[in-house]
Nanobody, 125 residues
Framework: QVQLVESGGGSVEAGESLRLSCTAS?????MGWFRQAPGKEREGIAA????????YYADSVKGRFTASRELTKTTVYLQMSGLKPEDTAMYYC?????????????????????WGQGTQVTVSS
C-alpha cells in the first residue's frame, strides 16, 4: 500500500501563504487534499491527476489554492495563498487509483486508498 508523508502546516495570519507537501512511497494515479475543521465533515478541496497534472478545486479554495506535482510524480504540493480564518483545519493528503469514491467528494473520478497523517493549518484574523 502507498504511504504518504505530509509536511508544511503551521500558523499564519489572514492573507498570508503556506505550502503543503505530500510525498508518496510510489507512483499513484490520483493525489489530492482534504481538510477537516473541528465539528465539520472532511472536505475535498483539491485533486490532481499525476499523469498529466490536471487539477480540480472546490469552490471554497478556487483561485486561492494551487495544486502541483514534481516531475518525479511522487510529490504533490498545495500552495495556499490569501488564507482566511475559515481555512483553519487539519489538512490531509490522499491518494488512490482512478475510479470509485473520492471520499464522498465529486472533485475527481478517483478512489481514496491512502491517507496522510495530517498537518494542522491555523489562520488568525
Amino acid at each position: 500500500q502507498v504511504q504518504l508523508v505530509e509536511s508544511g502546516g503551521g500558523s499564519v495570519e489572514a492573507g498570508e501563504s503556506l505550502r503543503l507537501s505530500c510525498t508518496a512511497s510510489r507512483f499513484t494515479t490520483c493525489m489530492g487534499w482534504f481538510r477537516q475543521a473541528p465539528g465539520k465533515e472532511r472536505e475535498g478541496i483539491a485533486a490532481i491527476f499525476i499523469y498529466d497534472g490536471t487539477t480540480y478545486y472546490a469552490d471554497s479554495v478556487k483561485g486561492r489554492f494551487t495544486a502541483s506535482r514534481e516531475l518525479t510524480k511522487t510529490t504533490v504540493y498545495l500552495q495556499m495563498s490569501g488564507l482566511k480564518p475559515e481555512d483553519t483545519a487539519m489538512y490531509y493528503c490522499a491518494a488512490g487509483p482512478v475510479g470509485g469514491n473520492w471520499y464522498g467528494s465529486n472533485l475527481v473520478n478517483c478512489r481514496v486508498d491512502t491517507w496522510g497523517q495530517g498537518t494542522q493549518v491555523t489562520v488568525s484574523s
